[in-house]
């Protein structure tokens, strides 16, 4: 186990239930407390695990599994809901909260020799001391790219996307691919056409559960949008100044957005 705060220091605390963060209800956003104010935690001592420091304050981890402590101080909030509630310098911490939470929960046991696995205490990891395999945190990469025609910018919506937002191209990297043939395949892949002027922008860790999201730019070079109907509802090309409802600015999605629709404001195209 590893050492407990002291009992009067301030920490911020990560608590999960299920696939929620419990917060204090006259606290909303992230729970900061002294441990002997979490009577509640004490029970679980033997599951805190450390975080790195945020703004030079200690953070830990707690994962209650699937119980729900009977408190009527606290609440349960989505991940995705404390995530965009949060200012942008908390993102990070709160996404590698989780990103380490799903990561010991799917690593208790050993995938070599099935043995019990147990956390290391000087990095992020999970060791089986039967065979000495040593698993580190999944990330798992993905691409995102906003593409553009001239004044307008393609949007799709997702077959997940169930309340009509729109936003722009993602997918998954797969094996021995390159950052860049993996846009082109996507963008094939969902919409039909080919791009060019392909560009680096921005990443940015995205939790759900372990994604690191790399962001480009890139603009139509031929073909018409063609989609599956499943993965992808509709597509279409919008004019930046008349946009459908897209993603926060938080995201990376946002961001994309709102860069590309900032440059053809200054540079006319």
């Known amino acids: 186990m590893f050492q407990l705060p002291e009992p009067n220091q301030d920490a911020f605390w990560f608590i999960f239930s299920g696939k929620t963060l419990l917060q204090l209800r006259h606290q909303p956003g992230m729970l900061q407390a002294q441990w002997q104010e979490l009577t509640f935690l004490h029970h679980y001592a033997d599951r805190v695990l450390p975080l790195e420091p945020h703004q030079d304050t200690p953070c830990y981890i707690v ?38 939470t799903h990561f010991y929960r799917t690593h208790r046991y050993c995938g070599q020799c099935g043995q019990a696995m147990t956390p290391v205490n000087w990095e992020y990891a999970m060791h089986c001391h039967q065979c000495q395999h040593r698993c580190y945190p999944r990330v798992s990469p993905c691409v995102i790219v906003a593409i553009t025609k001239g004044e307008q910018l393609l949007l799709a919506q997702g077959g ?105 404001v200054q540079t006319g195209t």
């Open 63 to 100: 994962d209650m599994g699937l119980e729900q402590p009977d408190q009527d101080l606290l609440e349960s909030v989505s991940l995705r809901q404390a995530l965009m509630a949060e200012p942008k310098e908390a993102f990070g911490v709160m996404a590698r909260a989780w990103q380490l």
């Open 160 to 264: 997940r996307h169930k309340d009509g937002m729109m936003s722009v191209l993602a997918g998954f990297v797969e094996s021995g691919e390159s950052l860049e043939q993996a846009v082109h395949r996507e963008v094939m892949e969902e919409v039909g056409i080919e791009i060019t002027n392909l560009n680096y922008f921005h990443s940015q860790p995205w939790p759900f559960p372990h994604s690191l999201m790399m962001g480009f730019t890139a603009e139509h070079a031929g073909g018409e949008i063609r989609v599956d109907g499943e993965e992808i509802l509709h597509a279409d090309w919008y004019d930046m100044d008349d946009l459908p409802n897209t993603p926060p600015k938080l995201s990376i999605a946002g961001r994309l957005i709102e860069h590309v629709v900032n440059r053809n």
